[in-house]
């Protein structure tokens, strides 16, 4: 499936949901590449909140992860400086698709992350 397509079927919530892992919310690039951040921010955000309600776990949402992971990949492609595939820029930046061992963890306590209010505002990082 290329990126319209899986734009697409997530914002139409058709992707299946067995498919949808933490590789795929680092999709937020698309996002970033079609709109400017805040709209990205506010489009993604809204359709993983509709996503997870479709899909019947509609308190997985947490905004200060998504938020975050967005912060980042904004970051990451201002800092390449150069117009970038979702293969080279997956490529270049692993490090955002591990779950197991995230780079969040540098910036969050973890009983932050997984804290209700986490879930429901963005909430800046808590470690030095």
């Known amino acids: 499936m290329n990126d319209f397509e899986w734009m697409e079927a997530f914002e139409r919530c058709t992707l299946p949901n067995g498919t949808f892992h933490h590789a795929e919310h680092v999709m937020a690039f698309l996002y ?3 709109y400017a951040p805040l709209e ?3 489009r993604f955000a ?3 909140t509709r996503f997870a309600t479709a899909h019947g776990k509609p308190n997985l949402y947490n905004e200060t992860i998504t938020w975050a992971f967005l912060l980042l990949i904004r970051e990451r492609i201002a800092r390449a400086n150069s117009e970038q595939s979702w ?3 997956s490529a270049s930046n692993a490090d955002l698709l591990r ?3 995230n780079i969040l963890k ?4 973890p009983e932050t992350l997984t804290s209700e209010l986490a879930k429901k505002v ?3 990082p808590d470690k030095l």
Not at 106 to 109: A, I, R, T
């Open 32 to 34: 970033l590449q079609k």
């Open 40 to 42: 990205a921010l506010g």
């Open 46 to 48: 809204a359709n993983l």
């Open 87 to 89: 293969a080279e820029f």
């Open 99 to 101: 779950w197991d061992d």
């Open 106 to 109: 540098k910036y969050y306590h």
């Open 122 to 124: 963005f909430l800046f």
